[in-house]
């Protein structure tokens, strides 16, 4: 299955009963293989880090945090889906998906 249309493609031509267990074991598989291997990829708050911080600042960095706030894999299923794309390969290899996603 091409990775890149998600379950869309499970939802539109698997039998209902089958969808709800698949989801489930594509979760657990991702909790005990590879969400544990997932690295913080930092965000505009690190940039901060060689300024003058004041209490702005801070909050802001706070706020902002890493890109592991949200589960890779969530976001990588609520991410939109490309249809152009056609080649599973090239489009994970791109430098924005293994920038996303790079424990997936």
Known sequence: IHLQCKWDYIDNNWPEDWRAACRKQMLDFWTKEYKSTAIAVPTQASDLANQVKN????????????????????????????????????????????KSYPAL
């Open 55 to 98: 209490s702005f600042h801070l909050w802001t960095q706070q706020k902002k945090g890493t890109s592991l706030d949200q589960d890779e894999y969530t976001k990588y299923l609520l991410a939109p889906i490309v249809p152009e794309v056609t080649d599973p390969r090239s489009w994970w290899l791109e430098p924005t998906q293994k």
